[in-house]
């Protein structure tokens, strides 16, 4: 099926460990988003792209780094985890036309 | 900058009983979009609505019914007849219209208990 696919979708990181969360969209969506919800609150906006080749940061940048090689695939680096990285984090893709869709989820937690 | 308040934390209302979830937002944006997604327990994202800031008509959707007011940047969205599975978390959310402007803005979301 047509979507955005996350992985992994849970993942347990030891603080100062780095991983990368992987997003891909077989829609050829031009923008794309990181966002992360933490317990009790909205999504906030991480990166985002534009197009392959162009990112730029959100509201929440700092821990993060993500690139964007193709039209398809969006990944987000996190370098040295912390346990404020604890989240869950959705990656979405969007045309002005049809709207956003939006991954599953990948729930990490920093211990 | 863009904001997004749901003033109400968390709701609950006995099962066949119709709630309104609120929804007030600021953009200085002329052109936007406003939404309303689902989460429920198991944690996925459900679209639900998308409302752009020219078209004011009410929107029903079976049970579901949404209010757009300009005049009052408000985005309120009904329940009626309140079941069980409508139990979730209902964000809002507002995205500008131009160019380049397209991520979304999210409300902290109101929790909704339907009790049986």
């Known amino acids: 099926n047509a979507g955005v696919t996350q992985t992994p979708k849970f993942r347990i990181l030891k603080i100062g460990q780095s991983m990368t969360l992987q997003c891909a969209q077989d829609m050829n969506h031009n923008y794309m988003y990181w966002y992360r919800q933490d317990p009790g609150m909205g999504l906030k906006l991480i990166y985002y792209?534009?197009?392959?080749?162009?990112?730029d940061k959100g509201e929440v940048p700092n821990g993060y780094n993500v690139s964007r090689s193709t039209t398809e695939d969006f990944p987000l680096r996190l370098e040295l985890a912390a346990p404020s990285q604890t989240s869950v984090y959705f990656c979405a893709s969007s045309t002005p036309r049809y709207g956003y869709t939006f991954g599953s989820g990948t729930r990490l937690t920093v211990v | 900058a863009q904001k997004v308040t749901q003033a109400q934390t968390e709701i609950s209302v006995v099962e066949k009983e119709d709630v309104t979830l609120d929804c007030v937002y600021e953009?200085?944006?002329?052109?936007?979009?406003l939404f309303w997604y689902k989460q429920p327990p198991s944690g996925e994202l459900v679209f639900l609505i998308r409302r752009n800031s020219f078209d004011e008509q009410n929107e029903i959707s079976g049970r579901y019914s949404w209010n757009f007011q300009k005049s009052t940047s408000s985005f309120n969205f009904t329940i009626t007849a309140s079941q069980v599975v409508d139990s979730a978390v209902y964000f809002c959310a507002l995205s500008g219209g131009g160019a380049g402007s397209y991520q979304l803005t999210f409300g902290k979301g109101t929790k909704l208990s339907v009790i049986p």
């Open positions: 792209s534009v197009g392959a080749g162009i990112t």
């Open positions: 953009t200085r944006d002329t052109t936007y979009y």
